[in-house]
């Protein structure tokens, strides 16, 4: 394949379509996941050839009355950055995969390959890890803070009723939604206006993406695939 093919700049498609959110308090139990880095693309990208350009990935969009601005990537770290690499974590196509010490979450595909995100996670005392899956998936969702982080944040309490979906939601432009055994977790991987949290944790337990990246996260995901968190 020759480098003009790999370095495509084709633009990724929009397809149709969760600060941090929910009772982020519970742990469920598993061995931690070691996840290795593996620090480079594979030389054939067969899942997206558009994921070798930032300046593709993070381009200003607008989604009906909903603008997201671009993302100033020079100011994201490299390796938090969207990419593809070789999958480092033995599960299924289509399973996803937190690895909590790296910051980093995986969409499993086929061929030994993984699509990479960075992400923000919860704050010491706030961690969360488990097995579950994905119930359902939310555009521009509506964010409700629980009672617990309104009895933490008073200044919260307006949105008791819920704050409408827009670009300055804690949600974000997607949320997709994790479920235990038929029950809600409480937890959610959302999109955040705060691209600089990425990398970091201090969130209340949920993993938060770039808003851009959670968009091209929720296109790719169907079903009610895995989660594992570690």
């Known amino acids: 394949m020759s480098s003009g093919e790999i370095l495509s700049r084709r633009g990724f498609l929009l397809g149709a379509g969760a600060v941090s959110l929910a009772g982020c308090s519970q742990t469920l139990e598993m061995p931690t996941l070691d996840l290795a880095p593996t620090g480079s693309i594979r030389p054939k990208i067969s899942v997206d050839k558009a994921i070798t350009d930032p300046e593709i990935m993070y381009a200003g969009l607008t989604e009906g009355p909903y603008v997201l601005p671009a993302v100033p990537y020079d100011k994201v ?3 938090f950055q969207r990419q593809i690499v070789q999958d480092p974590t033995g599960e299924a196509p289509g399973t996803i995969v937190v690895s909590l010490k790296d910051h980093w979450l995986y969409l499993v595909q086929p061929g030994g390959e993984a699509l990479r995100y960075g992400v923000g996670i919860g704050k010491a005392g706030f961690e969360w890890s488990g097995r579950a899956n994905i119930q359902y998936k939310r ?3 509506v964010w409700t803070p629980p009672p617990e982080m309104i009895a933490r944040k008073p200044e919260v309490a307006k949105w008791a009723g819920g704050q409408p979906g827009g670009p ?6 997607r949320a997709l939604y ?3 055994d038929g029950a809600d977790t409480g937890y959610r991987i959302h999109g955040s206006p705060e691209w600089w949290s990425i990398g970091k944790s201090m969130s209340s337990g949920c993993v938060r993406l770039i808003n851009q990246d959670v968009i091209d996260l929720y296109n790719r995901v169907s079903g009610r695939p895995t ?3 570690g």
């Open 227 to 229: 989660v594992v968190v």
């Open 77 to 79: 770290p490299r390796q």
């Open 139 to 141: 555009e521009w969702p």
């Open 178 to 180: 994790i479920f235990k």
């Open 168 to 173: 300055e939601n804690p949600l974000g432009a």
